[in-house]
């Protein structure tokens, strides 16, 4: 399964090369040509292809980042722990305890957290900063971890990809933001369509859409779909509030997020597509979090943009879950829309 193999991929922001050969190899059969930035995005382009009878003159963008979000290493102290600096968006709450991995080599470690047996009563109370935290990789003295491990050395979470089942065949992994979104990607390629359609796998995006603003830049569509592996908050809650997105209730329209408002046509456009072919889908509450959108929009005179997600539980933190029904549903209504995309937005 393509969700497996880069869910499990080493690919923290800045060093997404692990996770560019998965895709590379899954998509060049289906793409006529492509190529990999300065930054490091991966470009692909597909032709319009020959058995439409009409040809949409529309340069079609549709992206999704590589990036996890994950840790930095930052020097070693005289015990041989390894200190550290998140990067991207992580708290201290999510790291406690947790297995990495460090390196392209995968050595493994584990975030040091005092016993609660060791715990003063007011340590219980507290929790603690990122800087309090070390990374344990076994060894006692200073020079023995910096021969193991370098300044500035990435690590990801040690999380492996399972198949828990049910009804809505959920899986548990890490980096489903925004692996869902590649695999979701890389399925589309597999499809024609009556239009020059540029695949875009960018870099960065936990660091600030940097890679999309490059490849927006360099593509320069008529119109953009991006694709993500959103916050899915739908266990209970104290307050009577509506949940960012819920598990098993479809794909997930942005309206509006912190980085961008989307198109209202291409949203219309999604949503009688899904009507049409009866796909569920859903609303992804406004105003919450930031996608590749934000920078797409914005290049030159302006894309007409909108994003459509794979509801993800327990985003940035070390297991995500995922319905692959939802999955599943989130590719259906992508290849329907592209196929279905009018001419002009005129």
Known sequence: MILQELSEAFGVSGHESAVREIVLEAIQEDV?????????????????????????????????????????????????????????????????????VLGDDGLSGVIGLKPIHLQEKEERKKLPKVSDLT??????????????????????????????????????????????????????????????????????????????????????????????????????????ESPTTELGKGPAITIRDRSVVCDPRLIKHLVEVAKAEDIPYQFKQPGIGGTDAGAIHLVKEGVPSVVVSVPSRYIHSPVSLLSLVDFENTVRLMQAALSRLPESWT
Request: aromatic share 8%; hydrophobic share 45%.
């Open 32 to 100: 006529d040509s492509y190529q990999v930035d300065a930054l490091g995005n991966l470009i692909a382009f597909k032709r319009a292809h020959s058995q439409f009878a009409i040809r949409n003159p529309l340069k079609v963008m549709v992206s999704a980042h590589m990036d996890e979000v994950g840790i930095m290493v930052t020097h070693a102290d005289k015990n041989g722990r390894l200190h550290f600096d998140v990067v991207g968006g992580l708290g201290a709450r999510v790291l406690l305890a947790q297995p990495v």
């Open 135 to 240: 990374i344990d990789i076994g060894v006692a003295e200073k020079e023995e971890a910096e021969k193991a491990v370098s300044k500035g050395t990435y690590g990801a979470f040690a999380t492996p990809f399972t198949e828990l089942g049910g009804e809505l065949r959920t899986v548990k992994g890490k980096a489903f933001d925004d692996r869902a979104g590649c695999a979701v990607l890389i399925e589309l390629l597999k499809a024609d369509y009556p239009f020059d359609l540029w695949a875009a796998f960018t870099v960065q995006e936990e660091l600030g859409l940097r890679g999309a603003r490059v490849a927006g830049f360099r593509v320069d569509p008529d119109v953009a779909f991006v694709l993500e592996g959103t916050v899915c908050d739908d266990l209970p809650k104290e307050r009577d």
